[in-house]
């Protein structure tokens, strides 16, 4: 039986919403340590744009799956389980508690509940769907799969062909694949959302945004490139690096780069929203300027 002093606490939300302060936090008060649940903090370079922890917050608490991968690899949720489960097991043998934190949905469906079988790529359907223009891919994916539409970024061709790719093999509707997972009744103990009003969460997103070109973004990218971000199909759809590489093939000036990221951010902020209200039973948690501390009591 699992001691309750180790039992592992989720905290998923949306982008800027303020999940690694809380995480930061909780390990101070539980003796815990960090495991990332972001698809895109997992690449090594991959800094600014993924809003990484500081050298400083790393050095305070101890933060598991960032910068486990090179950009010359892929990263799929298979794996994210598979390096989340050892480092839980590791942090809960020397005592400490697991404490995820992130925005991945997925990652956090996968890790509790398992993945849905999926269908190995195939390289002739891959190829002439690669071929196609997005538009075209969206409007077969509108026609046979209305849910996969809704949710999925319809700004990613990568995940538009896969879900294609799998309806095409499957005759089933890419959704169909998570049906299996059993959305529980009530929010169990240690799944916590985080989220704010929308009136404090865009700010904070455009804050977020403008702070990283302030850091340095697009000389980040500019580096990234020489390190093969462009060969990674994975790593060149993260927010931010996508449009600096546009900005840097001279598609778009600063400034309207500055104002897509924004925009993207914005947007997929609302699809995670979405996608965890839907997806998983959290206990949520509303933070704001004027009520800035949280009622731990029955969360943890």
């Known amino acids: 039986m699992e001691d309750a002093s180790s039992r592992p606490i989720f905290l998923a939300g949306p982008t800027a919403a303020g999940k690694s302060s809380l995480a930061l936090e909780l390990c101070e008060r539980l003796n815990g340590e960090i495991i990332s649940v972001d698809s895109m903090q997992v690449y090594q370079g991959l800094d600014i744009g993924t809003a990484k922890p500081s050298g400083e917050d790393r050095q305070r608490i101890r933060h598991h799956l960032i910068d486990v991968v090179s950009l010359k690899e892929s990263f799929a949720a298979a794996q994210f389980v598979r390096l989340a489960t050892t480092a839980a097991q590791d942090i809960q043998t020397r005592g400490r508690r697991p404490i995820f934190c992130g925005g991945t949905g997925l990652y956090f469906k996968a890790y509790l509940e398992g993945l849905g079988p999926a269908p190995p790529k195939d390289a002739k359907i891959r190829t002439e769907l690669e071929a196609t223009p997005l538009a075209k891919l969206l409007e077969e994916l509108e026609q046979r799969d209305l849910p996969t539409y809704q949710a999925i970024d319809r700004q990613n061709p990568r995940r538009v062909i896969r879900a294609l790719e799998v309806i095409r093999l499957t005759g089933q509707p890419f959704s169909a694949q998570r049906a299996s997972w059993a ?110 501390a949280v009622d731990w009591g029955n969360l943890i």
Not at 255 to 267: A, G, S, Y
């Open 183 to 292: 959305k529980p009744q009530t929010p169990a103990v240690g799944l916590i959302g985080v989220t704010r009003p929308m009136s404090e969460l865009i700010p904070r997103i455009h804050g977020r945004v403008e702070e990283m070109f302030r850091r340095g973004l697009v000389a980040e990218t500019e580096r990234l490139l020489t390190q093969g971000l462009a060969d990674n199909p994975t790593a060149m759809q993260a927010l931010g690096y996508r449009q600096v590489v546009e900005h840097l093939k001279g598609e778009r000036g600063l400034p309207e780069t500055i104002e897509l990221v924004k925009i993207r951010t914005r947007q997929f902020a609302k699809r995670q929203l979405t996608w965890f209200r839907r997806q998983m039973n959290l206990q949520w948690v509303t933070l704001s300027a004027d009520s800035p």
